[in-house]
């Protein structure tokens, strides 16, 4: 691990910033979530967990020319609506 500062950011209230450049670099996007740790020694590990890897992040929509009809194709798999 390098030991020069890449990035400074001032905390503000309970709140700080994240360097453009890191979040560039580190791919994190809005909704994203930061895990923090502390170590042993007093360093600070930081974890970024992508929420876009979720089930759904592939999935790009309907781009058919068909239209749906979400009431029918919702009772087709077999789920009740009252």
Same mark, same amino acid.
């Given at each position: 691990? %390098?030991?020069?500062? *890449?990035?400074?950011? &001032? ?9 453009? @450049?890191?979040? @560039?670099?580190?791919?994190? #996007? *809005?909704?994203?979530?930061? @895990? ?8 600070? @590990? ?8 979720? &089930?759904? %992040? *592939?999935? #790009? ?6 239209? &749906? ?10 789920? #009740?609506?009252?």
């Amino acid at each position: 691990m %390098s030991e020069c500062v *890449d990035s400074e950011s &001032t905390v503000s209230g309970n709140q700080a910033n994240i360097p453009a @450049r890191i979040r @560039r670099e580190l791919d994190i #996007d *809005d909704g994203d979530r930061l @895990r923090w740790q502390v170590e042993d020694n007093g360093a600070l @590990r930081v974890e970024v967990v992508q929420q876009r890897n979720g &089930t759904f %992040s *592939d999935f #790009d929509g309907y781009e058919g020319e068909e239209e &749906t009809d979400v009431v029918v194709d919702h009772d087709a798999w077999g789920v #009740d609506v009252e």
